[in-house]
């Protein structure tokens, strides 16, 4: 019920967003399965030319998938995996081995500041493509 509650508002949000040729690839960092799972789905259905390319739920995750030779053009790091690593340590690991990719902290704490880019974690998945379509790197 929840995935299809998700679904359904992934599709009114993001169904009005003007078609683009930005092509940026996700990477994912956040250890709320349901997070990953909706900014995973709306931005590969609607994101039009941007697509997820990686999903980490820990910190370890994360070193895995940049280890294996993942070259994202965006990651966007939650603050905090409770029990499973800190996100700017996640975020260090990612510029070490791909110095390219782009840093987006998310948080639902406004006032906190560590990414080269911080976005509210409350923003819409329509104001999340958005602000893809827009980055400036």
Known sequence: ACGAFFGGLIFTFLRSIPRTMKNERVLIADDMEIALESVSKGIELFGDGHRVVGKAASVEEVRALIEGG???????????????????????????????????????????????????????????VHALTNLQH
């Open 70 to 128: 993942l070259r994202p053009t965006v990651a966007l790091v939650n603050r905090q995996f409770p029990m499973k690593g800190d996100g700017q340590r996640a975020a260090a690991i990612i510029k070490e081995l791909s110095p390219e990719t782009k840093i987006i902290s998310c948080s639902s704490d406004s006032g906190l500041e560590w990414g080269e880019e911080n976005w509210y974690k409350g923003m819409s998945l329509q104001e999340l």
